[in-house]
């Protein structure tokens, strides 16, 4: 018997259970009073409140698969604090899967992901850094980027240094579009008409603009002509 139903249900079971048991608390008003509490304290101890929403990125920018969280910096942080933040914490982050792919799994990752593996290795020895960049500002899945890299012959402060630069222009879109986000409060008093604000409408038209201008920058450059390709042939490698 196939283990892939049994597991649906458990996940099924256990999320109806989980929500049978949070329901309650789960209201608007509960959100709002939990949104208020964390604003006054980013008001009253910024520095401590900063220091543990770095700290939480960090934690959670290890793990694939939590996109968003940079919506949420720039929501309750702003703009620039939120900004320093996310690209100082998502740095580290990939710092470490790096670290951990080229001391720990490097043989293994080379067995399951040896096509993606050796594209990027012909990539990085063509194009060298400009390679790097490029994937970073196309947003290629952040784990994979920082995997690859630490399998292949990537100096540990070249890999540093590209992921800061290379995150910054996306990370700011995401961020602004975080702090262009009206609050709970706002949204209540104002209606839809609070998103209609200018920061927000900016981010969003810069969110869709950017891949098209990294993608025709890198054809005029030359470089990153394979970037595209990493997520769709990772992809079809783990299908069984």
């Known amino acids: 018997m196939s283990r892939r139903p049994i597991a649906a249900a458990v996940l099924l079971v256990v999320g109806v259970l989980a929500w049978c048991l949070v329901e309650e608390h789960l ?3 509960r959100i709002m009073e939990r949104e208020r509490q964390l604003r006054d304290f980013i008001e009253t101890d910024p520095w401590r ?12 920018s290890v793990f694939p698969g939590t996109s968003g969280k940079s919506v949420v910096a720039g929501w309750f942080f702003g703009f620039w604090q939120a900004l320093l933040m996310v690209t100082v914490a998502l740095t580290i982050a990939g710092v470490f899967g790096f670290s951990v792919a080229r001391h720990l799994l490097r043989d293994a990752l080379r067995t399951r992901f040896k096509l993606v593996l050796e594209r990027f290795d012909r990539a990085v020895m063509r194009e060298g850094v400009f390679y790097l960049l490029t994937v970073r ?8 980027v920082n995997y690859a890299s630490g399998v292949s012959e990537v100096r540990l402060w070249t890999f540093a240094w590209t992921t800061l630069i290379g995150l910054v222009p996306s990370t700011m879109v995401f961020v602004g579009l975080g702090a262009g986000l009206p609050s709970l409060n706002e949204l209540q008093d104002k209606g839809a008409t609070s998103l209609a604000s200018p920061a927000l409408v900016t981010a969003l038209i810069a969110m869709g603009s950017l891949p098209w201008l990294v993608r025709w920058g890198g054809r005029k450059l030359g470089v990153g002509g394979d970037a595209g390709g ?4 990772a992809a079809a490698q783990e299908r069984p």
């Not at 500002?137 to 994979?144: A, C, E, K, Q, S």
């Not at 990493?230 to 042939?233: G, K, M, P, V």
């Open 49 to 60: 409140a900063f220091a543990v929403g770095f700290g939480a990125y960090v934690v959670v």
């Open 137 to 144: 500002l196309l947003h290629v899945p952040f784990t994979l």
């Open 27 to 29: 209201t608007l008003e």
């Open 230 to 233: 990493l997520a769709r042939i």
